[in-house]
């Protein structure tokens, strides 16, 4: 009968077969091939143990380290440990648990084996709890110096976000479930990804081949007229019959390149502006080397943003230009401005726009939390040749979005094995650029350590002391709410100290997607408040007006409201049909160069 049959024994796993074992044998030669391929080299000797580290007595605890508070920490962190192994041995009488919205919906976790495979999601939980406990123990510590804390917090996340089991092959379940499927090959190609990163400095985003400057990013039809030592300036040809008498003069970050406004032509600032009507020059910097070690700001000013406001007046014979500032260059614009009211010769600039600029820096967020004289003195001996090699930039900005930019694609490119998929932004952010190392250092201490910038006559630019208070040209500021390099309340700072009109635009998204976001996308929204006497970014945000979609109308409508004349889009009008004949077609040449 059915009822008295015997119980069926657990199935013995499967003895693995010769070829089996050969292909694991092969998979393991392989890598071990790759790495001595890359350099990498095998301990010889086995039983080889590591020196001795001596009888050095333990460290104290530091000041701050309250022996109640750490024992409470560790006391509150294994009564939470043991709710969460109760609920996974016994949760038919575990007490009720309510997973946070921000853990639910944790990308990282976002596949269903984490939250209905038991043990996968014991690791997830028991992930969330260490981390949650460990923000707390900073967060809680009494006697830190703001500053030191705000560093410690900064650690901490860091060190969580590295910590993550997605980012460990057993404790992934996706990575398991891929090791299986293509028995080991994915570990493979995932250390060919791995060594590949590491022969060309840099953690791939982007899929390399995908995008191609001049082919199908950067391509709004134009040409260089002028090509200086610092810059080369480019005019873009005009769509339509008429222009804005007034042209407009765009100074991107030379932090990186300036295709950031011109990537594909759906998302391209410079082609949308050009269909608006205006005539639109961009500059575009060279890349430092060690001929630009001596260059400072004063360069940036004088020989960069003047020179080439002068040459676009001259050119056009108009009396002032547009300008737009973007991040460091948006610091240094508002320098130009000040000077220029300083020389009386504020009215070559009709308007300045700033894209998440900023120039008080005394919030300015994680970046400034390491800026200190051995920071400074590591980044004078990275610049040793006058030049900062643009990666350690670009891993610098990397870690302020560590599990984006870092982490997630440590998980996709090396443990999963997979290519990275191609993204023109992300392109762009790899395209990096190196920086002028007498100028990096100074931009440092200057800005972000001193804060000098808005200190009247603390700084000086050929001689003449700064006063941002002095600057009245019409400004309109945008910044993005989520912005990590500069956040939104360190550019709002602006206001405290430009006495020009001004209008303050606060974008949804961040440093790139808040000002690279096209009318036609549709995406995010931005906020508007225009009560007089706003103090405050809080202020500003109570009061604010939410309006859905892109800023970019908006700032045309501003714009126009200036100085709404147009001329015929003809002559000087048309790229090298004027006194500056064409050098090449648009982007140039500086933007190929590394």
Not at 237 to 266: C, G, H, M
Not at 451 to 474: E, K
Not at 489 to 496: F, L, M
Not at 539 to 562: H, M, N, Q, T, Y
């Amino acid at each position: 009968m059915a009822d008295d049959a015997a119980p069926t024994p657990p199935e013995q796993p499967a003895i693995p077969s010769l070829a089996d074992l050969q292909h694991w044998t092969a998979v393991f030669g392989r890598a071990q091939q790759m790495l001595l391929e890359h350099g990498f080299a095998f301990p010889a000797d086995k039983d080889a143990k590591p020196a001795p580290a001596g009888d050095a007595a333990p460290a104290a605890l530091p000041a701050w380290a309250d022996p109640f508070a750490l024992a409470q920490a560790s006391a509150d962190y294994w009564a939470d440990t043991l709710k969460l192994w109760q609920r996974f041995v016994d949760p038919a009488h575990a007490e009720p648990y309510v997973e946070p919205e921000a853990q639910a919906r944790d990308r990282r976790f976002k596949a269903p084996q984490w939250h209905e495979q038991p043990v996968f999601d014991f690791i997830r939980q028991s992930y969330f709890l260490a981390s949650e406990h460990l923000m707390k123990g900073v967060d809680a510590l009494e006697g830190v110096e703001p500053r030191q804390k705000e560093r410690l917090r900064f650690l901490a996340r860091g060190f969580v976000d590295a910590m993550s089991p997605t980012n460990f092959p057993v404790t992934n379940p996706l990575v398991l479930e891929r090791i299986v499927e293509t028995r080991g090959e994915n570990l493979l190609k995932g250390l060919q990804n791995l060594l590949s990163d590491m022969a060309r400095g840099q953690l791939t985003h982007s899929d390399a081949t995908a995008f191609e400057v001049g082919r199908n990013i950067a391509t709004t039809p134009g040409k260089v007229i002028k090509r200086t030592e610092l810059y080369e300036l480019i005019h873009y040809a005009p769509t339509t019959e008429k222009v804005l008498a007034t042209p407009l003069l765009i100074f991107p970050p030379w932090i990186n390149r300036f295709y950031i406004l011109d990537l594909t032509a759906e998302k391209s600032f410079i082609r949308w502006a050009v269909e608006q009507g205006l005539s639109v020059f961009v500059v575009s910097w060279r890349s430092a080397d060690a001929s630009m070690k001596d260059v400072r700001w004063d360069d940036y000013v004088l020989r960069g943003q003047i020179d080439a406001v002068d040459t676009v007046r001259a050119l056009l014979d108009v009396p002032a230009v547009h300008t737009v500032g973007y991040c460091v260059a948006g610091t240094t614009l508002a320098a130009t401005l000040a000077l220029l009211a300083a020389r009386g010769e504020a009215d070559k600039v009709a308007s300045a726009t700033f894209f998440t600029a900023q120039v008080d820096f005394s919030q300015a967020g994680e970046l400034s939390l390491f800026v200190d004289d051995d920071q400074l003195e590591l980044i004078r001996t990275l610049s040793a040749e006058g030049f900062l090699d643009g990666r350690v930039m670009a891993a610098t900005f990397n870690l302020l979005r560590g599990r984006e930019l870092i982490w997630n694609y440590v998980t996709a490119n090396y443990l999963l094995g997979e290519d990275a998929p191609p993204f023109d932004l992300l392109h762009w952010n790899a395209d990096v650029t190196n920086l002028p190392a007498t100028w990096h250092l100074s931009y440092l201490t200057d800005l972000y350590r001193d804060n000098r910038l808005v200190q009247p006559g603390s700084i000086a630019i050929d001689g003449t002391p700064l006063d941002l208070t002095t600057v009245r040209t019409p400004s309109y500021i945008q910044a993005g709410r989520e912005d990590h390099i500069a956040p939104a309340e360190s550019v709002w700072r602006i206001t405290h100290h430009f006495e020009g009109p001004l209008r303050f635009v606060l974008a949804g998204s961040g440093h790139i997607a808040g000002v690279v976001n096209p009318p036609s996308a549709g995406k995010y929204q931005y906020w508007l408040n225009d009560s007089p006497g706003v103090a405050t970014l809080a202020d500003f945000l109570a009061g604010a007006r939410e309006v859905k979609g892109s800023w970019w109308p908006d700032w045309i409508e501003w714009l126009r409201g200036i100085d709404a004349a147009e001329v015929a889009a003809s002559g000087a009008r048309v790229p090298g049909e004027g006194a500056l004949p064409a050098l090449g077609l648009a982007p140039g040449e500086y933007v190929l160069k590394r």
